[in-house]
């Protein structure tokens, strides 16, 4: 069974930083993108940023340059380190996890449950 869990998130004032923690765990053939949506309130998931076994990460225009991801391949962990925080930043956080259980299976997204984070103006 494969889980996501995050951790962090929380309640910090304009400008303020936060770090989201994410670790998947379970049967991982293949861990291929580790990443984080958002959903703002009455607002669809959006793209916030993901990383890849290799290669430079990638970033929504909104948080680049005030967001970092970093990932640990051989952990399956990847954490969103979250400076200069706006209040529209104000949203929950879902860890995505882009993985294969065996060598035959196909490439499955799993997320985790969201964290909150408020950013209060």
């Known amino acids: 069974q494969i889980q996501v869990v995050e951790s962090g998130g929380g309640m910090v004032q304009s400008g303020g930083s936060l770090t989201l923690s994410c670790a998947a765990s379970?049967?991982?053939?293949?861990?291929?993108?580790m990443g984080w949506y958002r959903q703002a309130p009455g607002k669809g998931p959006t793209f916030v940023a993901h990383q890849g076994t290799g290669g430079d990460p990638n970033y929504a225009e909104a948080v680049k340059g005030r967001f970092t991801i970093t990932r640990d391949v051989a952990k399956n962990t990847v954490t969103l380190q979250m400076n200069d925080l706006k209040p529209e930043d104000t949203a929950v956080y879902y860890c995505?996890?882009?993985?294969?259980?065996?060598?035959?299976?196909?490439?499955?997204?799993?997320w985790g449950q969201g964290t909150q984070v408020t950013v209060s103006s």
């Open positions: 995505s996890a882009h993985l294969q259980q065996t060598r035959s299976d196909r490439t499955r997204q799993y």
């Open positions: 379970g049967p991982i053939y293949l861990m291929a993108v």
